[in-house]
């Protein structure tokens, strides 16, 4: 669930409903890929790739996919693997459903264009408002900065710090932070578990025999692979080596993401605007501050109030950073206000719009829902 001033999101699972838009012509099938669509509804991607590996008895690495997608939502998204011999047509859980399409000869990343969303906003107390805002994109008098999204840094929001030492070829860090730094944002039994992960460190010397005999709840996925890894290793460098790549990628993105951020949001506070703000607070115990005080115990997001012409962007701050759009206008195809059942006397917003491929919706929804 996201409160904002004038609403709140992702109150139920079908309230944030995400579609890939792939693009299959000219595909040729053969025997190298496998493609699957997974459903799945209220659990993270990684949650199911964990599951479908041990029911499929292929490695987590050996899972491919174009984005990683809401866990507090109805997603719908491309999966492939090297091609498989033995393959169910369908795998049902309760929560997602993978579904065998057929084998190709190659897929490419660029036949994945964009997201296809439909949000329901609720407990609106003030449609005109928001109606005024969402003209403004329809008729592309505003721009939205192109952020990465809030989930890039994770529920407690350091794996951007996680990302900073392993660029920097510090893994004990890295390995402290992931497995000990507690956040209040995490549920008491998280919580409770990294407690006793932390206390199994002597300084930088580890009891991992102690720590494999923990049982780690079902939200510690990427936990539960990497002490699995170090538990064989032995070595914080080794294991975050032979960690898979996707999973050591998240974090270094994330740090390159937070950089990336920064940068839009020095330049747009150096253009003197009015900005709506939408801001994140880090709840991480002072214990960890010797990890984490080179960083703010914030992130945050601006949005200028006024268009910013693209003419004016100093494109050099950016240089060394991700090749991307600086600013996005969400393609809206519809949108209505209706009374909200489940909040009486307020109204609900259903908007239906689509982004480009490494477009947030979230970008969109701060800047409909957040004030000056």
Avoid at 81 to 95: A, C, G, M, R, V
């Amino acid at each position: 669930m996201l409160i904002y001033k004038q609403g709140i999101a992702k109150y139920l699972p079908e309230d944030f409903i995400v579609t890939e838009k792939i693009i299959f012509n000219n595909i040729s099938k053969g025997n190298s890929y496998s493609l699957f669509i997974l459903k799945k509804n209220n659990v993270s991607l990684f949650n199911c790739l964990m599951r479908l590996s041990k029911i499929i008895k292929i490695p987590i690495n050996k899972f491919y996919f174009f984005g990683e997608k809401d866990k507090y939502a109805l997603t719908k998204q491309l999966v492939y693997t090297p091609k498989l011999n033995f393959i169910q047509s369908e795998i049902i859980t309760n929560d997602f459903t993978f579904i065998y399409l057929f084998d190709i000869d190659n897929i490419d990343s660029n036949q994945m264009i964009g997201n296809k969303f439909k949000v329901t906003i609720r407990k609106i107390e003030n449609p005109k408002l928001i109606e005024e805002k969402i003209k403004k994109i329809i008729n592309k008098e505003i721009l939205i900065p192109n952020y990465y999204d809030i989930q890039r840094f994770g529920k407690r929001y350091i794996n951007h710090i996680i990302g900073y030492y392993l660029l920097n070829s510090k893994y004990f860090e890295a390995t402290f932070l992931l497995l000990c730094a507690y956040s209040k944002n995490e549920n008491r039994k998280v919580k409770k578990a990294r407690s006793q992960l932390k206390e199994l460190f002597n300084e930088q010397v580890f009891n991992i025999d102690k720590a494999t005999q923990i049982k780690l709840p079902q939200y510690m996925d990427i936990e539960k692979i990497f002490l699995k890894i170090l538990s064989e290793k032995r070595s914080y460098k080794k294991t975050w080596k032979e960690f898979p790549y996707k999973f050591t990628s998240l974090f270094k993105e994330a740090y390159k993401s937070y950089i990336f951020n920064e940068k839009i949001i020095q330049f747009i506070k150096s253009l003197g605007v009015t900005y709506y703000k939408r801001e994140y607070n880090l709840t991480i115990p002072p214990e960890f501050d010797f990890l984490i005080s080179k960083f703010p115990k914030k992130i945050e997001y601006i949005y200028p109030t006024v268009r910013i012409e693209k003419e004016i962007v100093n494109y050099k701050i950016f240089e060394n950073q991700p090749s991307r759009e600086l600013f996005i206008v969400p393609q809206i195809y519809s949108y209505q206000f209706e009374k909200d059942e489940i909040f009486n006397d307020y109204h609900k917003l259903i908007i239906s719009f689509s982004l480009s491929k490494g477009e947030f919706a979230t970008n969109s929804l701060n800047f409909l829902l957040e004030d000056i």
